[in-house]
T-cell receptor, first 114, second 112 residues
Framework: AQSVTQLGSHVSVSEGALVLLRCNYS??????LFWYVQYPNQGLQLLLK??????LVKGINGFEAEFKKSETSFHLTKPSAHMSDAAEYFC????????????FGDGTTLTVKP | DVKVTQSSRYLVKRTGEKVFLECVQD?????MFWYRQDPGLGLRLIYF???????EKGDIPEGYSVSREKKERFSLILESASTNQTSMYLC???????????FGPGTRLTVT
């Protein structure tokens, strides 16, 4: 079975500071990993994904994440936070089977202080 | 760009009413999903469909049913709405060969 743990339901950073959102996973199949962002009153939007190949993946809005198999982690980072980054972030791992299911973490709300 | 649309952004219904939530995607995706999202509980999968007329229960199917008569459309049905079904409902779709999901804007349903 697959599972995702997001460490910290709320993270607060100052504008211009480093953003680090933590995600650990477990998977019985080779993991495909995703980060999604949800702005208030909107659906989720894909930020970035890891399937195979390069372990450092870059996404939209300056975010990136590194797949570390030995640590079963896929942490999301951004060097310099912007006010517009305030949102909820979800880490997800593909579930087993072929129906495109994913298992989502509980989400981390990012607050950016001026 | 993939587009997933949901029939309503906000919906208010009375207890006991039959409620239909519609979702349409325009990218010929095989897979479609219905989630509900509640504070502190993340996304919970209600039902998903991997082909026309094919469906499987997710983690919380009780009180819900679904219909997929056409590839692009996936409907969620609350047979008899109850107050504990007040929630944000999110529809998503994905391709069979890719795993990322594309989400609609959500329907915020209030049952009074």
């Amino acid at each position: 079975a697959q599972s995702v743990t997001q460490l910290g339901s709320h993270v607060s950073v100052s504008e211009g500071a480093l953003v680090l959102l933590r995600c650990n996973y477990s998977s019985s199949v080779p993991p495909y990993l995703f980060w999604y962002v949800q702005y208030p009153n909107q659906g989720l939007q894909l930020l970035l994904k890891y399937t195979t190949g390069a372990t450092l993946v870059k996404g939209i809005n300056g975010f990136e994440a590194e797949f570390k198999k030995s640590e079963t982690s896929f942490h999301l980072t951004k060097p310099s936070a912007h006010m517009s980054d305030a949102a909820e972030y979800f880490c997800a791992v593909r579930a087993g089977g072929s129906a495109g299911k994913s298992t989502f973490g509980d989400g981390t709300t990012l607050t950016v202080k001026p | 760009d993939v587009k997933v649309t949901q029939s309503s952004r906000y919906l208010v219904k009375r207890t006991g009413e039959k409620v239909f939530l519609e979702c349409v995607q325009d990218m010929d995706h095989e897979n479609m999903f219905w989630y509900r999202q509640d504070p502190g509980l993340g996304l919970r999968l209600i039902y998903f469909s991997y082909d026309v007329k094919m469906k499987e229960k997710g983690d919380i199917p009780e009180g819900y049913s679904v219909s997929r008569e056409k590839k692009e459309r996936f409907s969620l049905i609350l047979e008899s709405a109850s107050t504990n079904q007040t929630s944000m409902y999110l529809c998503a779709s994905s391709s069979g060969s890719l795993w990322e999901q594309y989400f609609g804007p959500g329907t915020r349903l209030t049952v009074t």
